[in-house]
Each structure stands twice: as C-alpha cells, then as structure tokens.
C-alpha cells in the first residue's frame, strides 16, 4: 500500500501465480475484486488506485483479462460491487494497473551502479527472480 494525502494506492503482487479467482471467506469473489472492495473501504476521500506488479502480462492471465474487463466496462465492476457507489467504481476503472516488475527492476538495477558486493548480490538475485 501507498497512502498519501491525496491518493491511496492498493497494491497486489505476483512473481509466478495468478491471482485467485476465489477468495477465503467469500468463495464468490475473485482476489482483485476483495481488494478494490478493501482499497474503496479504507480510502476515505482519497483517489484510490489499483496496481498489479507482474512477471507476466499475457492475455492468458486471469489478472490481464479482469483488469483489461474492469477498465472498459464499467458494469462489470458496478455487478461485481453492487454495494459500492459507482463513481468510485469509475475512479477504479481509470486507475487500475498491470504493471511488469521488470520495467521496475530495469530501472532499479540502472541506478544502482554501485560495486559493493551487496548491491551485486541484490542485482544477481532481482534477475534471477525477474527474468526466470
């Protein structure tokens, strides 16, 4: 999570896996609806934004498609979360991520040039576990 003043932002990440398409105690939900659920909750007047960090951005992950779903059709999300308002459902819409943890680890690994053996041993595990 990232919470500002302004903005709350609910993150989900993944290395290997989907997400789950049903939850614990609600059988009926998928994870990414549980957490928009939980980031409306506990955003308190504040824009709320949801971001997947991925290995993966394939049409064939459940996460690609229910995101790319909830961005272009706003039903899908008023359906899924009768009980929220639908603005908030709309701010969701526009402010749902995937995004690949490689274009956040390229970046990482570029500004962190330092040759201690620590940062070295950092960049040698980021590429193992990013780039599998």
């Known amino acids: 999570m990232i919470s500002t ?3 709350l ?3 989900e990440a993944k290395l290997g896996s989907d997400i789950s398409m049903c939850t614990t105690y609600d059988p009926c939900r998928n994870q990414l609806i549980r957490n928009i659920d939980c980031l409306l ?3 308190a007047g ?6 997947m960090l991925v290995r ?9 498609q ?4 909830y961005r272009t059709n706003l039903e899908t999300l008023v359906a899924e979360l009768p ?3 639908p603005r908030d459902l709309r701010k969701i819409a526009q402010n749902i991520s995937v995004i690949r943890w ?3 680890a390229g970046s990482l690994l570029e500004v962190a040039n330092t040759d201690s053996a620590e940062v070295s041993n950092v960049k040698q595990e980021l590429k193992r576990r990013v780039w599998a």
Not at 46 to 51: G, H, K, L, N
Not at 56 to 64: E, F, H, L, V
Not at 66 to 69: F, G, I
């Open 5 to 7: 003043n302004r903005h």
């Open 9 to 11: 932002v609910f993150i």
């Open 41 to 43: 909750e506990c955003a």
């Open 46 to 51: 504040r824009e709320p934004m949801f971001w």
């Open 56 to 64: 993966d951005s394939g049409p064939r992950r459940a996460y690609c």
């Open 66 to 69: 229910l995101v790319d779903a």
């Open 83 to 85: 009980h929220c308002d």
């Open 102 to 104: 490689q274009d956040i």
